[in-house]
Each structure stands twice: as C-alpha cells, then as structure tokens.
C-alpha cells in the first residue's frame, strides 16, 4: 500500500500543474587577507551559492533538488559541491538522494569550516565534503543518521564509473536544538581523492582507507563547542586526527573564535595548529580576523583577515 | 607590506560587491531552519507530513503586519514569507509552524512557533539563540503564550514587564510579527 501511494505520488508530481512548492537562495561572498613569513596577499577567497527547490504533492513536500557551487581563489576555479535529488518520504522520516551529494559525516552533517578563517581537519583523515551517488537519511526524533554509497572521487573530475568506491555512514543523537549535548559516530571505508580540501581542486592520489569518528557538539548559553576525534587506517598504518572549535560571545558586538587541530600517524611526530581570533557584524557581513600557529614540518603561522557575507532569498 | 595585484583585486572586489548596500546596510535578519522535521514532530506528533509555503510580501501587506504587531519588520523578512502547512494522513491540514527570527542582544534569537487551524499558538521552541540572560528560555515563559491567537496580537506582552530583558522581549516582537503576518497574509 505504501508502495502504491509512493507510486501514486510520483506520477502526481509529474502530471501538468500538479506540483507547488518554493525556491530557496542563498548567496556567499568570502575576501580574505593573509600575512605570514612568505607571504602577504589578499583574494576572493570564495564567491557561490546554493538553489534548493522543493516541489510538493497533495501529500507535503515531495521532490527536492539542490545545487551548490563556489568560485575560488579569485575566480579562478569553480567547485561543485553539491548537485543532488531527493525524494523526500514522511517528515523526513527517510530521504533517498542520488547526484553529488553531502556524505554523512561528523560535524559537517550541520556545520562546516570552509567559511572560517583556521584550516579544515578534514583532510588530515581524508574525508570529503561530498561525493557522487546515493544517500539515504533522516530524522525519527532525537536520532538521525545517514548511509551514502558514493563513487570515491570527491568533488574531483569522475574517471569511471562506478568508480573506485565510497561507504560513508553516521548515527546522532539531538536531543534538543538549543541548550545541551549532541554527538553522533561515523564510520568510512573505501577511496577517497587524497586531496580532500575543497579549497585546493586538483588531481590527487587516490586512497583507500578505513575512518572512524566520534563527533560532539555542546551549546552553551553563549557560545557553542564542537570537537571531532578521529583515527584513519591506511597503508598498514594508523594515524588520528583531534579537532575542536569554539565561537563564544564575549560582547554584543564581539565573539571569540578559537580552534586547535593535533593529528598524528604512527611513526610520526604530532602536527597541530592552533588558532585565536574573532568575529565582528559589520554593515550585514562578518569580519573575522585572527592568528593560526602551526606545529609541522614546514609551518607557515599567519595572520588572516575575513569579510564574509551571507545573503538568502526566497520565492 | 607588499602590495600585491591580488591584494587589489581584494579591495576592489570589496568595494564592489558591497555597493551602495555597503554603505547604508543593516544588519540582515534571515531565519535559517537547521532541522525542520524533529521540532515539526515536537510541535504536530499527530503529523504525516508538511508542505512548504513562500509567499510574497507586498509594501501595502508589509505596512499592515507592521501595524498590527507594533513592531519593524526586520531586514530581509520584508519582501518574503515562509511557512509550513502540517498535514494528517488524509492530507488534510492539521496546522502551521513557522521559524522566526528575531534582534537579541547578542545576535539573532531563533525560534518555531506552533499554530492550530484557527491559528492560535500551540507550542513555541527556542532553535538557537546566544544571550546572557536565559528566562526567554524557560518553559513556563514560552509555555504562557500557548493560546494565543492572531486575534490577541495586541495583548500580547512581556509577562516580565520591565524586569524582561532583550530575549524575552525579542520573542514577544518576534511573536506578535510572525502571528499579524500570518493574520495578513495567510488567514484573511
């Protein structure tokens, strides 16, 4: 019987003038400025967006496609992030995607640290952002989790297909939005680009790893803290990753922005960063500015400045 | 410092996208829902499903929710209005919830609102919200407009009075705004 109405939905949505729904936008704008031992310059670090179309049956929202891309580095590459259709099932009970889509994975599943002005722990376990195939998640109450089999090939160029392989998977527990502890535990296995920043777009080598994660978000009444540890098995080695960001308002006007990243393979000797800064609204952006340290082979501590804006539309 | 084509291209980029929007911007108050489903379901537990909802905002429409609420609609809530139609198992609708987006001391206060079919509240979430003072909260603060209707916008107060502070009067505005629009453009 669910069948049939899933069926029935779907010819519903594709007869003439049966389908309503909205259109959301949302616009980036990211200039950053950096001074350090090698260098001091300034660039478009990032300008994009995202389109997110909802279309709805007699039944509720049904049928969602969204598109995300940026521009990077002075406009001199274009990224595609996300580029994805998802079949929506009973209040997000289950949602089945196929295109580039987001891969279910520790703190990125809400939040992400392309728009900070301090490195991503991301590629320090070589994990991505997205990929291309299939994801299949949602939200039953205070649990929510999400399966994807994807390609393995990132937001890279696709060599073949069905390409080398991705399984990504995570489970969370929220139990509320505002005050309070959430964490969730992710789990990868298969190939990924070795290049994973989504900053630096490129051919890269391939790896075939095993990933772990344990992920946390505590929100305070000011302030929020998100740690993510992680541990990667790759090449008969193991390495592990320890991340943690803190925003936390010290004024109206002014709020503390710190992170610190420790990672570590076996034979080798632990790299960090660590980073302070802040955040100040100035006229409908965000001015960030702060100073990151690094502890590897070749640091390259700096100081970096950031105005970024964020716009959304709707129709 | 060496100035560098890149470094220019930064500051002319600044300029440029700022525009006049630069110059005489304000702060841009625009809700952004992390996860609708889990506080639909707190809100409707009864609830198959919801549909979205995007309407437009006239200046004529913009003038009378300002004047039923009292209040200034916020930059970017002017022109657009989004809310969630909830839906039973027969399709039919059971009520509305709406997310909210209001001026706190610290930044913007984040909250969805419950409506019943005759558009009285029927719950209130706080989604997100950084402040020093936590009364606006509390459940028995949020639970005391539970009720309340798109017919009592000009009753609704600040049950602290003068002893509220920016969060318990940002959720006040907040709800009074969200029900004169709802009053305007969706019950009439």
Redesign the interface.
């Known amino acids: 019987m669910k069948t049939v109405r899933l069926l029935c939905s779907l010819c519903a949505i594709l007869a003439p003038g049966a389908l309503s729904g909205a259109l959301f936008a949302n616009w980036e704008e990211d200039l950053r400025g950096t001074y350090s031992s090698r260098d001091f310059s300034g660039e478009i670090s990032s300008i994009g967006g995202s389109l997110r179309q909802v279309f709805a049956d007699a039944g509720g929202d049904r049928f969602i496609m969204v598109l995300q891309a940026e521009a990077v580095h002075n406009l001199e590459s274009v990224m595609l992030h996300q580029l994805y259709a998802t079949l929506k099932g009973p209040m997000g009970k289950w949602n089945l995607s196929a295109g580039r889509v987001p891969l279910p994975w520790g703190l990125l599943t809400a939040w992400s640290p392309e728009r900070k002005p301090f490195g991503s722990p991301y590629p320090a376990i070589s994990v991505s952002a997205s990929d291309s195939g299939l994801l299949f998640n949602g939200t039953i109450d205070t649990f929510e989790y999400g399966i994807s089999l994807t390609q393995g090939y990132g937001m890279g160029a696709i060599h073949d297909f069905p390409g080398p392989g991705l399984v990504t998977v995570r489970a969370g527990l929220v139990p509320e939005d505002d005050l309070g502890l959430s964490a969730g535990l992710s789990a990868s296995w298969g190939t990924t680009p070795g290049q994973t920043n989504a900053h630096m777009p490129g051919e890269a080598m391939p790896e075939k790893r095993l990933v772990l994660a344990l992920d946390m978000t505590l929100v305070l009444p000011q302030g929020t803290l998100r740690f993510e540890g992680g541990a990667r098995y790759s090449g008969h080695t193991w390495s592990a990753s320890l991340f943690t960001a803190l925003e936390y308002a010290l004024a109206s006007w002014l709020t503390l922005e710190m992170a610190g990243h420790a990672w570590a393979s076996a034979h080798e000797q632990v790299k960090g960063r660590v980073f302070a800064g802040f955040a100040v609204p100035v006229f409908g952006a965000t001015l960030r500015g702060g100073y990151e340290y690094e502890k590897i082979a070749h640091a390259d501590h700096r100081a970096v400045v950031q105005l970024h804006r964020q716009l959304a539309f709707s129709w | 410092?060496?100035i560098?084509a890149?470094?220019c291209?930064?500051?002319a980029?600044?300029l440029f996208?700022?525009n006049t929007?630069?110059?005489s911007?304000?702060?841009?108050y625009?809700c952004?829902w992390?996860?609708?489903?889990?506080?639909?379901?707190r809100l409707f537990p009864a609830?198959?499903?919801?549909?979205?909802?995007?309407l437009?905002i006239t200046s004529a429409q913009l003038a009378a929710i300002e004047s039923a609420s009292g209040t200034t609609v916020l930059?970017?809530q002017r022109t657009?209005f989004?809310y969630f139609?909830m839906?039973d198992s027969a399709?039919a609708t059971i009520g509305y919830t709406a997310a909210v987006t209001q001026k706190g001391?610290?930044?913007a206060i984040e909250f969805i609102i419950g409506l019943d079919r005759g558009f009285s509240v029927t719950g209130m979430?706080?989604?997100?919200?950084?402040?020093?003072h936590?009364q606006f909260?509390e459940e028995a603060f949020l639970r005391g407009f539970a009720g309340k209707s798109i017919r009592d916008i000009a009753s609704i107060s600040d049950p602290y009075g003068a002893g509220g502070n920016h969060g318990t009067r940002a959720i006040v505005q907040g709800l009074r705004k969200e029900l004169a629009t709802f009053a305007v453009l969706v019950a009439r």
């Open positions: 410092m060496r560098t890149p470094l291209s930064c500051i980029s600044l996208l700022g929007s630069f110059l911007a304000q702060e841009v625009v952004v992390r996860n609708p489903e889990r506080t639909m379901t609830a198959r499903d919801y549909r979205t909802v995007s437009p930059p970017g657009q989004q139609v839906l399709g001391e610290y930044g979430y706080i989604q997100r919200a950084r402040e020093r936590n909260r």
